[in-house]
């Protein structure tokens, strides 16, 4: 958990930005169908982001840790690693980019800081 206040803003606003674009991007006209819900996820992603940084979350995790090993028996078969992979698009553009860098970089202060 992070306790110095100033970071934390810091990092909600690192994570908060690029979630605001996804979310403006989700509801654009003309963005296909695939287009927004990809949209729609990273700007998801993004907001679970800036509650990680805060601590009354942890006890929402302790809850969601407790209803995902009562679901699947305590045998932790809910849960599977997922492969994700990183590719461009040609609509992404510099703007596009920049966001996922800012995630990127909100992600690993946050995994660098949490050790």
Do not use: Q
């Not at 078969?77 to 909100?106: I, S, Y």
């Amino acid at each position: 958990m992070i306790a110095a206040p100033g970071l934390r803003w810091l990092l909600t606003a690192l994570c908060e930005l690029p979630a605001l674009y996804a979310l403006r991007a989700a509801v654009a006209r003309g963005t296909a169908a695939a287009d927004r819900v990809g949209h729609a996820l990273h700007a998801a992603m993004g907001l679970l982001m800036v509650a990680m940084v805060w601590p009354w979350v942890m006890g929402l995790a302790r809850a969601f840790d407790a209803a995902r090993s009562a679901a699947d028996g305590g045998s932790g078969a809910a849960v599977r690693n997922g492969e994700a992979a990183v590719r461009g698009k040609e609509g992404d553009g510099a703007l596009g980019l920049a966001c996922h860098a800012a995630m990127g970089l909100g992600m690993a202060v946050m995994c660098a800081l949490s050790v």
